[in-house]
């Protein structure tokens, strides 16, 4: 993609408060949350029209922490009318991984809203405390979009910091009403939707007739209404005007949803880091709203003597840093970006002088001369405060010294909260990854148990080590003792 063609990607903007953001598994019973496997998934979720699916692992502390919640949740939900049905299965056993690979189960705990046989399959977004669980399955129950029959509907439903979707109709009926019910079902894990006959109901807006859709938010014009009811477009335009022009990342848990969809937006995105305790604040803030709208990722380890700092984000990893940047100067930047004048940014913790340890340290600058050493390297993707990294260290650190006599295996780590990982191969969702990268080039994720002995049993097995090499040799001396 050439600098010109981003004159085209949208950008958003959202800013971060400059302050640091910084069990025993409980066995669910199985008279509420269902135990399924790879043999009665299938029956299970043929016989349900509605059910909610856990994959976990055994050993995964967010699993833990779940567990109770998710059966006492459970508990309550098995009496709804109609009862709905919690079910969980052990993705990290291997018989059924099949499954885990088939709803595209990344990470721990993942939720999966399965409904009409397997035909519909939403992730859960909702909260994972039991009574956040069963109000946001009980929504998802039913029809879903709600009707609205007074303005007293209406306040009921659309007020607070949520988005809602309203469509307007003379009638109930048509090809319009239809495509606006489609659009709900798809939408309706991440939205609340109504309908009315009567826009006179409604909180604010222009009366009209319909059919029309008219989209509320808490922020920027607080309504806009839309025409097209092509299912596909009503899908974009939802997802489009749901993302504020200038977002908030503090700590006020109401911004939290409209930092996450901000993150997960496929376009590029600008960030801003400031001192809300700034009297500038507002100038920023002002200036950035009055960008077009075209100016319409994730980026930590910046320094306090930066700030004011803008960033841009690129979905390939690419990013772009302005820092102490003042409020007059933020337009200018952005459309050096865009005609390809700004060069790119890349974060790297400082190359150790010293790494003689048994587990090396990679950093950003050193990444490539690790991986693509022609060497068997086993890479973990850590974070400092991530208690399971910090308990994996020991062990890692024992299959690295049982390696030391061999030069074909390098057991490394790499801190990915202070370096930029390259984005394609490696994919890094949470804390510790481990990827193995043979010496003859394949790449692999380690999901298996994460003992010492599972550990070196995984590298021997996938790479060419010494040991291999030693077994491949006599197999290939045999080999020439029956030839000859």
């Given at each position: 993609?050439?600098?010109?063609?981003?004159?085209?990607?949208?950008?958003?903007?959202?800013?971060?408060?400059?302050?640091?953001?910084?069990?025993?598994?409980?066995?669910?019973s199985a008279e509420?949350?269902?135990?399924?496997?790879?043999?009665?998934?299938?029956?299970?979720?043929?016989?349900?029209s509605f059910i909610?699916?856990?994959?976990?692992?055994?050993?995964?502390?967010?699993?833990?922490?779940?567990?109770?919640?998710?059966?006492?949740?459970?508990?309550?939900?098995?009496?709804?009318?109609?009862?709905?049905?919690?079910?969980?299965?052990?993705?990290?056993?291997?018989?059924?991984?099949?499954?885990?690979?088939?709803?595209?189960?990344?990470?721990?705990?993942?939720?999966?809203?399965?409904?009409?046989?397997?035909?519909?399959?939403?992730?859960?977004?909702?909260?994972?405390?039991?009574?956040?669980?069963?109000?946001?399955?009980?929504?998802?129950?039913?029809?879903?979009?709600?009707?609205?029959?007074?303005?007293?509907?209406?306040?009921?439903?659309?007020?607070?910091?949520?988005?809602?979707?309203?469509?307007?109709?003379?009638?109930?009926?048509?090809?319009e009403y239809q495509?606006?019910?489609?659009?709900?079902?798809?939408?309706?894990?991440?939205?609340?939707?109504?309908?009315?006959?009567?826009?006179?109901?409604?909180?604010?807006?222009?009366?009209?007739?319909?059919?029309?859709?008219?989209?509320?938010?808490?922020?920027?014009?607080?309504?806009?209404?839309?025409?097209?009811?092509?299912?596909?477009?009503?899908?974009?335009?939802?997802?489009?005007?749901?993302?504020?022009?200038?977002?908030?990342?503090?700590?006020?848990?109401?911004?939290?949803?409209?930092?996450?969809?901000?993150?997960?937006?496929?376009?590029?995105?600008?960030?801003?880091?400031?001192?809300?305790?700034?009297?500038?604040?507002?100038?920023?803030?002002?200036?950035?709203?009055?960008?077009?709208?075209?100016?319409?990722?994730?980026?930590?380890?910046?320094?306090?003597?930066?700030?004011?700092?803008?960033?841009?984000?690129?979905?390939?990893?690419?990013?772009?840093?302005?820092?102490?940047?003042?409020?007059?100067?933020?337009?200018?930047?952005?459309?050096?970006?865009?005609?390809?004048?700004?060069?790119?940014?890349?974060?790297?913790?400082?190359?150790?002088?010293?790494?003689?340890?048994?587990?090396?340290?990679?950093?950003?600058?050193?990444?490539?001369?690790?991986?693509?050493?022609?060497?068997?390297?086993?890479?973990?993707?850590?974070?400092?405060?991530?208690?399971?990294?910090?308990?994996?260290?020991?062990?890692?650190?024992?299959?690295?010294?049982?390696?030391?006599?061999?030069?074909?295996?390098?057991?490394?780590?790499?801190?990915?909260?202070?370096?930029?990982?390259?984005?394609?191969?490696?994919?890094?969702?949470?804390?510790?990854?481990?990827?193995?990268?043979?010496?003859?080039?394949?790449?692999?994720?380690?999901?298996?148990?994460?003992?010492?002995?599972?550990?070196?049993?995984?590298?021997?097995?996938?790479?060419?080590?010494?040991?291999?090499?030693?077994?491949?040799?006599?197999?290939?001396?045999?080999?020439?003792?029956?030839?000859?």
């Amino acid at each position: 993609m050439t600098k010109s063609s981003r004159v085209r990607v949208p950008i958003w903007f959202v800013f971060f408060a400059f302050s640091v953001f910084v069990s025993s598994f409980n066995a669910v019973s199985a008279e509420s949350v269902l135990t399924l496997d790879h043999s009665n998934f299938t029956d299970a979720v043929a016989k349900h029209s509605f059910i909610v699916v856990e994959f976990y692992a055994p050993w995964c502390g967010h699993c833990k922490s779940l567990a109770p919640e998710y059966e006492k949740a459970a508990s309550e939900l098995v009496n709804n009318d109609p009862p709905i049905i919690l079910a969980k299965v052990d993705a990290n056993e291997e018989a059924n991984k099949g499954i885990a690979g088939e709803f595209n189960v990344r990470g721990y705990p993942t939720l999966k809203i399965i409904r009409n046989g397997g035909k519909d399959v939403q992730d859960y977004k909702g909260p994972r405390d039991a009574d956040g669980i069963v109000s946001h399955l009980k929504k998802q129950v039913g029809p879903a979009s709600a009707e609205i029959t007074s303005a007293e509907d209406a306040s009921n439903l659309i007020s607070g910091n949520k988005i809602y979707i309203v469509g307007v109709f003379p009638d109930f009926s048509g090809e319009e009403y239809q495509n606006f019910t489609d659009a709900a079902e798809k939408m309706r894990a991440d939205y609340d939707f109504a309908h009315t006959k009567d826009a006179k109901f409604l909180p604010w807006g222009d009366a009209v007739n319909g059919p029309i859709v008219r989209l509320f938010k808490p922020f920027d014009e607080l309504s806009v209404d839309f025409q097209d009811f092509h299912v596909d477009a009503l899908l974009k335009f939802v997802e489009e005007a749901s993302v504020p022009t200038v977002t908030v990342f503090n700590k006020d848990p109401d911004n939290h949803p409209f930092v996450i969809k901000f993150f997960n937006s496929p376009n590029a995105k600008a960030m801003l880091f400031l001192n809300f305790s700034d009297e500038a604040a507002d100038a920023f803030k002002s200036n950035c709203k009055k960008l077009p709208r075209v100016i319409k990722e994730r980026y930590f380890g910046l320094k306090e003597e930066q700030v004011p700092l803008i960033v841009i984000q690129e979905n390939d990893g690419g990013k772009y840093l302005k820092p102490n940047v003042a409020p007059d100067t933020i337009a200018s930047w952005v459309k050096d970006y865009k005609d390809g004048k700004v060069n790119p940014y890349r974060k790297s913790e400082p190359i150790p002088e010293v790494n003689n340890e048994p587990v090396k340290v990679v950093v950003a600058d050193t990444f490539q001369e690790f991986v693509n050493s022609g060497k068997n390297v086993l890479l973990e993707f850590y974070a400092p405060w991530c208690g399971h990294c910090q308990k994996l260290a020991p062990i890692l650190e024992e299959v690295a010294i049982s390696f030391q006599g061999d030069e074909n295996v390098v057991i490394a780590k790499i801190d990915a909260t202070a370096n930029d990982i390259p984005s394609g191969v490696f994919d890094v969702k949470g804390y510790p990854t481990l990827y193995f990268k043979s010496a003859d080039g394949n790449v692999v994720q380690y999901e298996g148990d994460r003992t010492k002995e599972d550990l070196i049993q995984f590298i021997q097995k996938s790479g060419k080590t010494d040991e291999n090499k030693t077994e491949e040799s006599k197999t290939d001396e045999t080999l020439v003792k029956d030839e000859l």
